[in-house]
C-alpha cells in the first residue's frame, strides 16, 4: 500500500549537501539529475522518525520494545541490531507537471529562458561583535535556498518487513502536526512547513 506525503513549504529552504560552491556561497542546496529542488527520502525519513517518536513518547502508544518509530523506519543508529522498517521513503520532489514545465523552460531556447534558476536565493550573514557593533573578521557566510515550494513523495510499505504494524499510516498521520520545519537550519526559521498525508 502507498501513500503521498504532501508537503507544503511555506519559507525559504535549505536541503543541504554539505558542499559549498567557492566564493559566492558555502553550502549549496540538494539538486536532482534534472537541476530541480528536492528533499532527499533520507533526510525526510529522519525527520518522520523523530515525530513518531516524540508522539510516541508524549501518547505512550507503545510500550514494549522495538519502538513505533523503530518498527516503521527501521532500527536506529543507537540500537545496536539492524531490522528493515516497515516504510520506505522516496525522494521530496515537485508535481509532475510543474517538473515539466520548468524542465521544458529550460530546454526550449537552448536555456535562455529557463525559470529554474529563479527558484533559488542567495543568502548572507555574519556575526556581530557585541562590544563595538561592527562585523567580526572573515564572519561572512552565504548559504544558497530555495523558495517555498510544494513537494511531492511517497510512503510505501515493505513488504517483507520484520516487523508489521496495522494501519502503519495512520501512526505516522498522527505524528505530522509535530513537523514544523524540513532540510537544514530549521530551528533558525528555514523551512517552515505543513506536512499532510493523502491516498495516492
Not at 1 to 8: A, C, H, N, P, T
Not at 39 to 62: C, H, M, Y
Not at 74 to 87: F, I, Q, Y
Not at 156 to 181: F, R
Request: aromatic share 6%; glycine share 8%; proline share 4%.
Amino acid at each position: 500500500m502507498s501513500y503521498q506525503l504532501k508537503i507544503d513549504i511555506q519559507s525559504y529552504w535549505h536541503p543541504g549537501t554539505g558542499s559549498g560552491r567557492g566564493s559566492d556561497v558555502d553550502a549549496v542546496t540538494h539538486r536532482d539529475k534534472d537541476d530541480l529542488p528536492c528533499l532527499p527520502g533520507k533526510s525526510l525519513k529522519g525527520i518522520l522518525r523523530d515525530a513518531v517518536s516524540r508522539w510516541e513518547q508524549f501518547t505512550q502508544a507503545n510500550t514494549s520494545p522495538p519502538s513505533l518509530a523503530n518498527k516503521l523506519f527501521g532500527a536506529g543508529a543507537d540500537d545496536g541490531d539492524t531490522w528493515l522498517g516497515l516504510v520506505r521513503v522516496s525522494d521530496a520532489v515537485l508535481a509532475d507537471d510543474i517538473r515539466y514545465y520548468l524542465i521544458k523552460s529550460a530546454k526550449d531556447e537552448g536555456g535562455k529562458n529557463s525559470l529554474i534558476p529563479s527558484l533559488y536565493r542567495s543568502i548572507h550573514a555574519t556575526a556581530i561583535e557585541h562590544e563595538t557593533g561592527t562585523a567580526v573578521n572573515k564572519s561572512l557566510r552565504g548559504m544558497e535556498v530555495v523558495i517555498p515550494l510544494t513537494l511531492y513523495a511517497t510512503l510505501d510499505e515493505v513488504p517483507n518487513a520484520e516487523h508489521k504494524i496495522p494501519n502503519w499510516h495512520k501512526t505516522i498521520e498522527q505524528s505530522l502536526n509535530l513537523i514544523q520545519a524540513v532540510g537544514a537550519h530549521r530551528s533558525r526559521g528555514l523551512g517552515r512547513a505543513v506536512v499532510t498525508l493523502e491516498d495516492k
